[in-house]
């Protein structure tokens, strides 16, 4: 699975230089994630992103509770972009700096030599959502990408 959904395109120049630290937030943000996930009784991380939560603990109620994960989860998130906006590549930047500390958060989560790392020794998926906190660098890089890529096949024909 890991194998077929990561995209070397996502990779910017220089990306290597931010593994190490993406390594780092990567196992924090996953493991504040997944302590939420357990605390609400959520199996999934697509029902905890989302909100549409299919089941949860008994001492819980959906309509309770669901604000709370909302906040909870949008706070991580929050936190998550911080990381990212420490050591002075920032998100609004658009630096080369900044693409390649996104594409390495991005390399840390869909890479298959880091598939599974985050949750040696505990029962866990492997969480995808950790780069996408800073979606827009993502974003940003891979529309970049693309439309130079474009450019570049149209002036060959």
């Known amino acids: 699975m890991a194998k077929e959904s990561y995209d070397p395109d996502m990779e910017f120049e220089g990306f290597m230089d931010y593994v190490d630290d993406a390594f780092y937030h990567k196992t924090n943000y996953d493991c504040k994630l997944g302590n939420l996930m357990d605390y609400y009784g959520i199996k999934t991380e697509s029902e905890i992103l989302s909100g549409n939560i299919m089941k949860m603990s008994k001492s819980f109620t959906k309509r309770r509770d669901a604000d709370a994960i909302t906040m909870a989860v949008?706070?991580?998130r929050k936190e998550a972009r911080s990381w990212f906006n420490d050591g002075g590549a920032g998100v609004d930047a658009g630096s080369d700096d900044a693409y390649a500390?996104?594409?390495?958060w991005y390399?840390?989560?869909?890479?298959?030599?880091?598939?599974g790392l985050y949750n040696e020794g505990i029962k866990r998926d492997h969480f995808l959502s950790f780069p996408w906190c800073v979606y827009h660098m993502n974003e940003l890089f891979f529309f970049f990408h693309v439309s130079c890529f474009d450019c570049k096949y149209y002036e060959d024909r």
């Open 74 to 76: 949008r706070s991580l």
């Open 107 to 115: 390399y840390v989560t869909y890479h298959h030599s880091y598939y």
């Open 101 to 104: 500390k996104a594409s390495a």
